[in-house]
């Protein structure tokens, strides 16, 4: 079984169109994120959301929302695309730590190259 | 959390051991080294981590400097397959975050 499933692995969609990517992961885990990968390559992380609530936003524009409908999913909707919305998006989990020396790594999933013509 | 700084890219023969090393001067007492790796395009990779003892697992070792402001990452026989983007981290124990930085590429050459 794939730990963290992101669908689809491919999407090619036209300038203003909204669309969405699913997350799931079946590790039991309390923190879920969207990474960005741009075409030179660099991982920046968009959101994070730990039981239900946002603890990060890295600036991302408001196009770009997370949607949660439980602790085992993180979609990520995107409205209006843009160019330069087009990159890959990694879904990523991790659990979160409560005391030292938990094995706290981040598994992410296979990635979603989006393309915006 | 702590910058590091690393090598953009190494090269290593195949069979023999990969070192890669990372900078982390700024490290603090509560934030763990993390390494993770890229292979091509696929979601990043756990290998390793730790906090102040040098830690071994089936993929690599992690040497981390008394000072704790440098580590290295050791691929003990490296294949063609363990190329790849190679990025170390530092994360507070308690902190969810995990920021990539450019990390190395390396490349094993047969």
């Known amino acids: 079984d794939t730990a963290v499933s992101q669908t689809p692995k491919y999407l090619v969609t036209q300038m203003g169109n909204d669309k969405s990517i699913k997350c799931e992961q079946n590790l039991g885990h309390d923190t879920m994120y969207w990474y960005k990968q741009d075409s030179k390559k660099f991982l920046k992380i968009m959101f994070s959301?730990?039981?239900?609530?946002?603890?990060i936003n890295e600036t991302v524009p408001n196009r770009f929302s997370p949607k949660s409908p439980d602790k085992a999913h993180l979609n990520l909707h995107i409205n209006s695309l843009e160019l330069g919305d087009s990159a890959v998006y990694f879904c990523?989990?991790?659990?979160?730590?409560?005391?030292?020396?938990?094995?706290?790594?981040?598994?992410f999933g296979q990635g979603t190259r989006l393309t915006v013509v | 959390d702590a910058k590091t700084t690393q090598p953009p890219s190494m090269d290593c023969a195949e069979g023999r051991a990969a070192n890669l090393p990372c900078n982390h001067s700024t490290i603090s007492g509560n934030e763990y080294v993390y390494w993770y790796r890229q292979i091509h395009s696929q979601g990043p990779q756990y290998i390793i981590h730790?906090?102040?003892n040098n830690e071994t697992n089936e993929m690599a070792s992690l040497i981390i400097t008394e000072d704790r402001k440098s580590s290295t990452l050791i691929l003990p026989h490296a294949t063609l397959r363990d190329t790849a983007v190679y990025y170390c981290i530092v994360r507070v124990w308690y902190g969810n975050q995990f920021y990539f930085g450019t990390g190395t590429s390396l490349t094993v050459i047969p």
């Open positions: 730790g906090l102040k």
């Open positions: 990523a989990s991790s659990q979160e730590l409560r005391d030292r020396g938990r094995n706290t790594e981040a598994f």
């Open positions: 959301y730990n039981n239900k609530e946002l603890i």
